[in-house]
């Protein structure tokens, strides 16, 4: 488990980049750090590994203040993935790479062949061992970043931006990857990101940052339905959650709660549809009937 009290942090020691943050992630979950640029969230994550000192302020991992653990025994428990994998990368080939941590950890080279075939094997990258760095796309290597990280099997992997640079297919491809460890390995995560979209498809709760500071948190439902907060955190709304925010203000639709996935959507508008007293309220035509085909143009 990982905890802050009261972090604070300044590059320059004049201006703030982090204040008074207090966050407790929980065993297991998928967090997302959610803000826009300049935030403060790249600098959060790496105060949770030891790679930034706090100005003021603590952070505890497994209840012990994070100052006291050696280097490495912070890194064999907490794993990040960098915003751009070449900031990670550096072997000749994805073998040497992923290898890499768990050659330091003193492993036999057929535990280190074993370990750096299966992790490969996880991230969809079993093909890949013998291919040079250099030869690989941009989403090969974030799947290399990645199973560098699992080699050492962390408790918590923090997540800078991953699915930054990535094609539309690449994004899904890599978020259902990390839900998949998440879910089914218990791995707890991180994710900083600026992506409104995906926050509400893949994490368990929702942290808001805007200019070093936690705003709100909670579950996505809870945290999306505050409409003033997002725009005031200079972010957006998920698209469905801003359609229904139109149609609840300009159509008045009454919807009972603000979708923010397809699955959502679709029940909340198939109750209105299905809403006798909907219909009467309002005086719409129910020509076009549930199940039935409707003219799209």
């Not at 994805?94 to 890499?100: G, K, L």
């Not at 050659?103 to 535990?111: I, Q």
């Not at 297919?169 to 978020?175: D, F, K, Y």
Request: proline share 5%.
């Amino acid at each position: 488990m990982i905890k802050t009290e009261a972090l604070s942090f300044s590059y320059d020691g004049c201006t703030p980049a982090l204040r008074e943050i207090n966050l407790e992630l929980r065993d297991g979950e998928f967090l997302a750090l959610l803000g826009a640029n300049g935030c403060g969230k790249t600098t959060l994550l790496k105060h949770l590994n030891g790679l930034l000192k706090p100005s003021s302020g603590r952070v505890f991992l497994n209840g012990k203040e994070l100052r006291s653990y050696k280097d490495e025994e912070i890194f064999k428990q907490v794993g990040m993935v960098f915003q751009d994998p070449n900031d990670q990368l550096f072997g000749a080939t994805v073998r040497q790479d992923v290898a890499f941590g768990v050659v330091n950890m003193g492993l036999k080279p057929d535990e280190v062949a074993r370990t750096t075939d299966e992790v490969l094997q996880l991230v969809g990258g079993a093909g890949l061992p013998d291919k040079a760095i250099h030869t690989l796309s941009f989403g090969q290597k974030r799947r290399v970043a990645i199973a560098g990280v699992l080699a050492m099997a962390p408790k918590t992997i923090l997540l800078d931006e991953p699915t930054s640079s990535l094609d539309p297919r690449g994004v899904s491809s890599i978020m259902r990857l990390l839900r998949k460890l998440n879910k089914e390995s218990g791995t707890a995560m991180i994710m900083a990101t600026h992506d409104v979209e995906l926050v509400p498809l893949f994490s368990d709760r929702v942290v808001i940052m805007s200019n070093g500071r936690i705003i709100t948190e909670g579950p996505p439902g809870k945290v999306f339905a505050d409409i003033d907060m997002i725009r005031k955190a200079e972010l957006r709304l998920p698209r469905l959650a801003h359609l229904v925010e139109v149609l609840q203000k300009e159509d008045g639709l009454p919807f009972m709660s603000t979708p923010l996935t397809i699955g959502q959507a679709r029940r909340e508008l198939l109750s209105l549809l299905e809403s006798r007293s909907y219909q009467k309220a309002e005086g719409i035509s129910s020509h076009v009937r549930i199940g039935e085909p409707a003219d799209d143009t």
